[in-house]
């Protein structure tokens, strides 16, 4: 079945220090989802890619959807203590009979130091 | 509009029992996927269900059943409880079934079997 993959899995920054985290499917997808989970939290969606080479910008956040549509990445420039948690990728595959299912990625921590 | 409603928010019990979780989607949603997070495996899908039909289910074993009534609720039955079905589960839910729908989480609830 499909397997999406996050790395790494912890990372922890300075404050003002940039962060990224990389995401890799196992097939192409339809699309991908970045979802946010503040500790003791449920996930918070962020964003959604859905063209080859997407690349979208909130504010500090940059998110990256692949040529091949196979990988991502999101990347935050000069972090703050408001960043901290846990970043998600999710992606969507074809799982038969019309129907996508959307399969997460484990998940990078962030943790950031004042 | 009011979230995602899950309850109960906390639970325990003992091998063997079993255990039925309810979810509330954001009204006027009829889709409702449920996902089982834990430490290790990180966000798992369940199953997903839209118009009472469920449209997707992941790899977990029979114990694991849901279904979904008239009104876009949601329920989970877990049954022959293991150690290692403690977890928190996850109920999002969207406003179609299909690969753009962006999921919208409830709070969880966290199942701790003894």
């Known amino acids: 079945g499909q397997q999406v993959m996050q790395i790494p899995q912890y990372q922890h920054v300075q404050e003002g220090e940039d962060f990224t985290t990389y995401c890799n499917s196992s097939?192409?997808?339809?699309?991908i989802q970045w979802y946010k989970q503040r500790p003791g939290g449920h996930p918070v969606f962020l964003i959604q890619l859905v063209k080859s080479g997407e690349v979208k910008k909130q504010k500090r956040l940059t998110f990256q959807f692949g040529e091949a549509k196979k990988n991502s990445s999101l990347h935050i420039t000069a972090t703050q203590t408001t960043d901290v948690g846990t970043y998600f990728c999710?992606?969507?595959?074809?799982?038969?009979?019309?129907?996508?299912?959307?399969?997460f990625g484990k998940g990078t921590k962030l943790s950031v130091i004042p | 509009k009011a979230g995602v409603t899950q309850t109960p928010r906390y639970l325990i019990k003992t091998r063997g029992q079993q255990v039925t979780l309810s979810c509330s989607p954001i009204s006027g949603h009829r889709s409702v996927s449920w996902y089982q997070q834990t430490p290790g495996q990180g966000l798992q899908f369940l199953f997903e269900y839209f118009s009472e039909t469920q449209r997707n289910k992941g790899n977990f074993p029979g114990r694991f059943s849901g279904r979904q009534f008239s009104n876009s609720r949601s329920e989970m039955n877990v049954s022959t409880l293991e150690l290692g079905d403690s977890a928190l589960y996850l109920c999002a839910s969207s406003g179609t079934s299909g690969r753009n729908n962006e999921q919208f989480f409830g709070p969880g609830t966290r199942l701790t079997v003894l």
């Open positions: 097939t192409t997808l339809s699309n």
């Open positions: 999710a992606g969507h595959g074809y799982s038969g009979a019309g129907s996508y299912q959307l399969t």
